[in-house]
């Protein structure tokens, strides 16, 4: 895709601006030991990080250390967070569940095989908002990649009202908690009504994340900020 001035300008502003964030958070992984046992699973010794849309900045840059790959839609606003992983070492494969779908869920295959963990907001990129669609099933299924429900928040955040997920920012010098759920595994056959099935233990599982921070944090004197935009 070819940038317009403009474009080019938001691309290397939205890079200083989270470069600038990144540098200023603090991470607190608090259950690692599942993601080191999700890791186990399968022979590459890689997953697959699941989470909720909202909450995918504080989730890839809380692994940005790992070797990453992420789905990213073929929009304007996919171009600029792909110009953004790509300065943090992220690989994107491109695509979405409306636009280029299946050619983004051949390149994460891919990207598995070659030893990559991938990242996946289950119920983007336009939702409904936590509604699991059926696109990490599918890669789980076909690769033996163990998913691993994911929920990561920062203590202050500025929550974007206006938006369909309610996407959040971790505030700069805010502390980034991570969550991990239990890891799952797909089997190669599944029917449609196991991928159904699957596809509610998984938002189950995602819900029951986002509770148990929402009890964490507000324990912990967290400080949150709505915003519309």
Not at 85 to 111: C, T, V
Not at 115 to 144: F, M, N, Q, W
Not at 182 to 209: F, G, S, W
Request: charged share 25%; aromatic share 8%.
């Amino acid at each position: 895709m070819a940038f317009t001035r403009k474009q080019k300008f938001i691309c290397w502003l939205a890079y200083g601006l989270v470069g600038l964030f990144q540098l200023s958070y603090r991470y607190t992984r608090l259950n690692p030991e599942l993601r080191d046992q999700a890791s186990q699973m399968n022979e590459k010794k890689t997953l697959a990080y699941a989470c909720w849309h909202q909450n995918a900045l504080s989730t890839v840059m809380a692994h940005t250390w790992r070797r990453l790959a992420i789905l990213v839609s073929r929009s304007f606003d996919g171009e600029v967070i792909a110009f953004v992983a790509k300065k943090f070492g992220i690989h994107s494969a491109r695509g979405s569940s409306s636009r280029g779908g299946l050619e983004a869920l051949r390149q994460l295959i891919k990207l598995t095989k070659e030893g990559y963990e991938v990242g996946i907001t289950v119920d983007g990129p336009r939702g409904p908002r936590h509604e699991v669609k059926g696109g990490v099933i599918a890669l789980a299924s076909r690769t033996g990649v163990p998913i691993l429900p994911t929920a990561s928040r920062g203590r202050r955040t500025w929550t974007l009202v206006k938006s369909w997920d309610h996407f959040r920012v971790p505030k700069p010098f805010t502390e980034i908690v991570v969550l991990y759920g239990q890891p799952m595994l797909i089997p190669h056959r599944v029917t449609e009504e196991d991928v159904h099935v699957y596809q509610k233990k998984l938002a189950d599982e995602l819900m029951e994340l986002e509770a148990r921070l929402d009890t964490m944090l507000a324990h912990g004197h967290s400080r949150t900020t709505a915003i519309e935009a």
